[in-house]
């Protein structure tokens, strides 16, 4: 019988394994700024938020609850400046599930493409394959994709690995060539609000989208805003059409959010305080690995979001890799984001401030 995972490649973080051994016999520990995981304390707000709905005895709802679908819309609306409705909202087990799973729930099928940034995160591959359909990347949709073929075009702005993030005249010209075309636009936004150096817009901002949402969804997570990795809680929305869809599948495979997850969802969705504690961290370790790496001959590109550095030192990004292990600094291969990351490594800053330091110290 054949197997799903036959069609698919290595898990690309075991090939890490070695380095990360390498790396953690460094006197001091290891520096692990490979995964981009949150590691500062869930917020109180949320912990509390949890542990008051943990007797939830019932099976919840795939739709959510109403007061969850009502935090959803109220946040595009504060942070966004995005109108959606509670009803054209849906949360997520975590934004993960969604992008390998959403091929699947779309009925994609072999012969139907699944398009993503030629730099991009692993899992839209992963999805494209899962489902038959034909994986493709794109420096430009507009101009590097065949319109007729492609039923699925992913976005990630701010972009994972890069940092990349698209303006709203950019996501204008490509939400108008999708919609003429009828191509189902879904935006990756997780790190919407880690913008450094710009302002990150999303697709269903009125400046790029007009008045409606047709032809587009926007996906969420609170991971990396809120800490909640750990939790499991994202959210996406746009087209009611698509949203229905979605909704009706997931109610038939059991893909619920566990009930005291969506009462810690609203609260990290209506408190704004420990986001800005945290950007304030993330802001502060940023700029110290970048005046480190930079200092150690190292060319920082895009990395205007998100919460990584995107570097270069002009050689194989497995040296890169090689090198910095010797020092006890865990990275990601560029190459695990596509071809074009080849002589690049991903730097995370989800690391704690005392192992910033230090490997500032070993940089130095």
């Known amino acids: 019988m054949a197997r799903v995972s036959d069609r698919l490649p290595v ?47 019932g099976y919840p709802l795939t739709y959510g609850t109403a007061a969850l679908r009502e935090a959803i819309a109220a946040w595009f ?25 959403l091929p699947l729930l779309l009925d994609l099928r072999e ?25 493709v990347t794109y420096d430009d949709p507009v101009t590097d994709l065949d319109p007729s073929r492609v039923r699925l075009l992913w976005l990630n702005t701010p972009s994972n690995p890069t940092g990349r993030t698209l303006g709203a005249a ?18 990756d936004e997780c790190y919407v609000e880690l913008g450094w150096e710009t302002e990150p817009v999303s697709v269903l901002h009125p400046e790029v989208c007009g008045a409606g949402h047709q032809g587009l969804i926007a996906v969420h997570s609170l991971s990396k805003r809120s800490n909640f990795a750990g939790y499991r809680g994202a959210f996406l929305a746009g087209d009611p059409a698509v949203v229905k869809e979605l909704l009706a599948v ?41 005046t480190a790496f930079e200092g150690a001959g190292f060319r920082i590109e895009h990395s205007e979001a998100s919460l990584y550095l995107w570097a270069t030192r002009g050689e194989p990004c497995w040296d890169t890799v090689g090198d910095l292990a010797e020092h006890g600094i865990l990275v990601a291969p560029g190459e695990f984001y596509g071809p074009g990351g080849r002589e690049f490594v991903r730097i995370a800053f989800t690391a704690t401030d005392e192992r910033v330091a230090a490997a500032v110290a070993r940089l130095g």
């Open 111 to 135: 012969g139907d493409q699944v398009a993503y940034p030629a730099l991009a995160y692993p899992t839209y591959e992963i999805g494209a394959l899962t489902a038959r359909a034909e994986p």
């Open 170 to 187: 950019e996501l204008r010209r490509i939400v108008e060539w999708a919609r003429e075309h009828g191509v189902l636009v879904v935006s």
């Open 11 to 57: 898990f690309p973080w075991d090939r890490l394994e070695p380095y990360k051994a390498a790396a953690a016999a460094h006197p001091d520990g290891v520096v692990d700024l490979s995964v981009g995981t949150p590691v500062d304390p869930v917020p109180a707000v949320v912990r509390r938020a949890l542990t008051e709905a943990a007797d939830s005895p």
């Open 250 to 290: 997931r109610k038939h495979l059991g893909l619920i959010v566990p009930a005291p997850v969506q009462n810690a969802m609203i609260a990290a969705l209506g408190d704004q305080a420990h986001v800005d504690e945290q950007r304030e961290r993330y802001a502060r370790r940023r700029a110290a690995l970048r």
């Open 77 to 101: 609306t504060r942070r966004l400046s995005a109108a959606v409705a509670p009803a054209d909202v849906l949360p997520l087990i975590g934004s993960k599930e969604l992008v390998g799973l």
